[in-house]
């Protein structure tokens, strides 16, 4: 793990691929809960095509580094922070990919400075005023709060409870018990990520996200819309409309594979993005 220091504070990244790649450089963002190890697959399998990929913590409650306290945690202000990252080492044209919370984050960062990203690519995730869906809208109500927040995570120790629909269970069906502690722990343990968390959980507002949808034509790149067709949370319907919010969007639906589009066919999300990066 690497570690950039940002004016929000400090981000701990993974890279995977080769330090010189005629490729665009691949920016993954996560879901809430998560952190960038669940890009593993799909990182490894561009590396051995030669993409440079970046898979860093964001602060959304599974990242061990707290922000600084007067970091601004809305979803606009973490969006400025993965824009941030991408100054801090200077990287260009970039494909940003995002995922389920990720990708909402990704549409804001769309909206504030597209400059430093060439292409898009986003699986199963918010849109419009989906932010997040049912029944997650329910849960993270049950988070919104630093000792609400641990104590509702509890229950997330035992892998029985933490892959059921009430945990992770919904969202993909390749879950691994040890990576899905690990995105509990920091949580569990440090007050001030769950700080973090929850300051971005209060500031979650659909309205925004919608409003975000209507400036996304603004966006002169391609983008491809890459979705599970088996996800329960986000339907087919919404990643369908979400590429007519786009200029240049294509549909590519995949089988079989929920919200963790990555964990359940990282071949199929690898294949997009690399097959991009051969033309671009």
Same mark, same amino acid.
């Given at each position: 793990?690497?570690t950039?220091?940002?004016?929000?504070?400090?981000?701990?990244?993974?890279?995977?691929?080769?330090?010189?790649?005629?490729?665009p450089?691949?920016?993954?963002?996560? *879901? #809430?809960?998560?952190?960038?190890?669940?890009?593993?697959?799909? @990182? /490894? $399998?561009l590396?051995?095509q030669g993409?440079r =990929?970046?898979?860093?913590?964001?602060p959304?409650?599974?990242?061990?580094t707290?922000?600084?306290?007067?970091?601004?945690?809305?979803?606009?202000?973490v969006?400025?922070?993965?824009?941030?990252?991408l100054?801090?080492?200077?990287l260009?044209d970039?494909?940003?990919v995002?995922?389920?919370?990720?990708?909402?984050?990704c549409?804001?960062?769309?909206?504030?400075?597209?400059?430093?990203?060439?292409?898009?690519?986003?699986?199963?995730c918010d849109?419009?005023?989906?932010?997040?869906?049912f029944?997650?809208?329910?849960?993270?109500?049950?988070l919104?709060?630093?000792?609400?927040?641990k104590?509702?995570?509890?229950?997330?120790?035992?892998? *029985? #409870?933490?892959h059921?629909?009430?945990?992770?269970?919904?969202l @993909? /069906? $390749?879950l691994?018990?040890?990576?899905?502690? =690990?995105w509990?722990?920091?949580?569990?343990?440090?007050?001030?990520?769950?700080?973090?968390?929850?300051?971005?959980?209060?500031?979650?507002?659909?309205?925004?996200?919608l409003?975000?949808?209507?400036?996304?034509?603004?966006?002169?790149?391609?983008?491809?819309?890459?979705w599970?067709?088996a996800?329960?949370?986000?339907?087919?319907?919404?990643?369908?409309?979400?590429q007519?919010?786009?200029?240049?969007a294509?549909?590519?639906?995949?089988?079989?594979?929920?919200?963790?589009?990555?964990?359940?066919?990282?071949?199929?999300?690898?294949?997009?993005?690399?097959?991009?990066?051969?033309?671009?």
């Open positions: 793990m690497l950039v220091d940002l004016p929000q504070g400090a981000v701990q990244y993974r890279v995977a691929g080769p330090e010189q790649s005629e490729a450089p691949v920016v993954f963002v996560h *879901a #809430f809960l998560t952190d960038g190890s669940i890009w593993s697959a799909v @990182a /490894d $399998r590396a051995d993409v =990929s970046y898979a860093p913590d964001w959304l409650g599974a990242h061990r707290p922000l600084r306290a007067d970091a601004d945690q809305s979803p606009r202000g969006a400025g922070q993965i824009l941030a990252f100054e801090a080492l200077d260009r970039v494909t940003l995002g995922n389920d919370t990720g990708g909402a984050l549409q804001f960062l769309l909206t504030i400075d597209a400059a430093r990203i060439g292409r898009v690519v986003l699986t199963n849109a419009f005023d989906t932010f997040p869906p029944p997650f809208n329910v849960i993270f109500q049950l919104k709060g630093e000792r609400l927040m104590v509702n995570l509890l229950p997330m120790r035992w892998q *029985a #409870f933490r059921s629909p009430l945990g992770f269970g919904l @993909a /069906d $390749r691994d018990p040890d990576q899905t502690r =690990s509990i722990e920091p949580s569990l343990r440090n007050a001030e990520v769950r700080r973090d968390a929850v300051r971005f959980l209060k500031a979650v507002d659909p309205k925004e996200l409003d975000v949808s209507t400036r996304l034509k603004d966006f002169g790149g391609p983008v491809k819309i890459v599970g067709g996800d329960r949370a986000f339907k087919t319907a919404l990643g369908r409309r979400l007519g919010a786009f200029r240049d294509t549909f590519v639906e995949v089988p079989h594979a929920h919200t963790f589009v990555h964990l359940d066919a990282p071949d199929a999300v690898a294949d997009q993005i690399v097959g991009w990066s051969r033309v671009a």
